[in-house]
């Protein structure tokens, strides 16, 4: 079993739609990311959270420690937003990230 | 934009030869990863550097070496390219360790005839 578990895989929605994508990991962590990968493009880090909530814009990033689950909210969602996001964890311990495989979103106008 | 460069972004070449590709960095971050991208598997860690001559494996070193003589450079070599390592390869740059921020490069392409 992963270490690190997304869902949904794929994620289709129509603009203005409010949109979900979780992540659930079954190790003892110190920091959680979420990242952006546009389709053919590079990597980029949305949000590092240790506890509680962070939002940037449209980007809301929540963190529960205790139940060992993270979400990404999109508000207003538009197809820009469209790309593969991926929750990667810090294992307790400062070794090297460990990845989830991605939710593909596709926002349809 | 952090200053993280990937060199060559494309490249084609043949089972038996090796390929290196090089990770450039203008930040003076501690910190350096390769990761492979793959269909169905997501990021995987191949080897990392915790500073200049510090390296360890990842999950998927088997087939790869990596060497980092200064700050700014990590190397990644495929000894004898195999049609198993065409993928698209990331290298990624943080400063505090794994608890910073982490930058990525913008990928290398390479396909193994």
């Known amino acids: 079993k992963n270490e690190v578990e997304q869902s949904p895989q794929n994620l289709t929605a129509q603009e203005g739609e409010f949109i979900t994508i979780n992540c659930s990991y079954s190790?003892?962590?110190?920091?959680l990311h979420w990242l952006q990968q546009h389709p053919g493009g590079g990597i980029v880090s949305l949000f590092m959270?240790?506890?509680g909530k962070k939002k940037h814009g449209r980007l809301i990033a929540t963190i529960n420690i205790q139940e060992k689950h993270s979400s990404l909210h999109i508000t207003a969602s538009h197809p820009r937003d469209s790309a593969v996001y991926i929750c990667?964890?810090?294992?307790?311990?400062?070794?090297?990230?460990?990845f989830g495989k991605g939710t593909r979103l596709s926002v349809i106008a | 934009d952090a200053g993280i460069t990937q060199s060559p972004r494309h490249k084609v070449t043949e089972t038996g030869t090796p390929v290196t590709l090089r990770c450039h960095q203008t930040?003076?971050?501690?910190?350096m990863y390769w990761y492979r991208q793959d269909p169905g598997h997501g990021l995987r860690l191949i080897h990392y550097?915790?500073?200049?001559?510090?390296?360890d494996k990842g999950e998927v070193s088997d087939g790869y070496s990596v060497s980092r003589s200064k700050t700014e450079d990590f190397l990644l070599t495929l000894e004898s390219a195999t049609s198993s390592q065409t993928s698209v390869y990331f290298c990624?740059?943080?400063?505090?360790?794994?608890?910073?921020?982490?930058?990525f490069g913008e990928g290398s392409r390479l396909t193994v005839l």
């Open positions: 959270l240790s506890s």
């Open positions: 930040e003076n971050h501690r910190y």
């Open positions: 990624a740059i943080s400063g505090q360790g794994a608890t910073g921020e982490l930058f």
């Open positions: 990667a964890v810090l294992k307790s311990g400062n070794t090297p990230l460990v």
């Open positions: 190790v003892g962590i110190s920091a």
């Open positions: 550097s915790y500073g200049v001559k510090d390296t």
